[in-house]
């Protein structure tokens, strides 16, 4: 991998963590988008962030949270309002990746969110998390998943 995408993906990966610690704050608290916006950019830990994908993801889970949800249910095992904050918050930002961010394979969306609930989550959280993207990867991605099937 090219350093640059490399730094890319990291910067990626700070922004889901920061945005999945938002749609945390949000779910207890209902603070609005662009308050949450405004105070997880000031935090020290943005400098190591895409900034841009980071709004990115707080705006759109947070406004699309109802049919991102709507996505996910049929692929949970209880209803959405039962599910852990964290896993909730977490599958938020890997819902709304699968739906709207083709240009990120679905394998890195699973791979990420996996990552956040191993340090984030309960302790088998990441299975849990990973089987539910994964299902929902194989109804939101079916040509990509298709073409990694083929190789």
């Known amino acids: 991998m090219p350093p640059r995408a ?14 999945m610690q938002a749609l945390y704050q949000w779910q207890i608290g209902r603070e ?19 900034r841009e994908y980071f709004i990115a993801l707080v705006r759109g889970c947070v406004q699309e ?17 039962q599910l852990d904050p964290v896993e909730r918050a977490i599958l938020l930002v890997g819902t709304f990746e699968l739906r709207g961010r083709p240009d990120v394979p679905y394998r890195v969306v699973i791979n990420e969110a996996v990552e956040l609930a191993k ?22 991605r079916t040509t990509e998943r298709g073409r990694a099937g083929a190789r």
Do not use: I, W
């Open 6 to 19: 490399r730094s890319l993906g990291r910067a990626r990966s700070a922004a889901r963590r920061l945005a």
């Open 32 to 50: 609005e988008a662009g308050e949450l916006v405004t105070q997880f950019t000031e935090r020290p830990e943005m400098d190591a962030a895409d």
């Open 65 to 81: 949270h109802a049919a991102l949800e709507g996505l996910m249910a049929p692929c949970l095992d209880r209803p959405v309002e």
């Open 119 to 140: 340090v984030f989550g309960a302790q088998k959280s990441h299975l849990y998390v990973n089987g539910v993207l994964d299902r929902l990867a194989g109804s939101l």
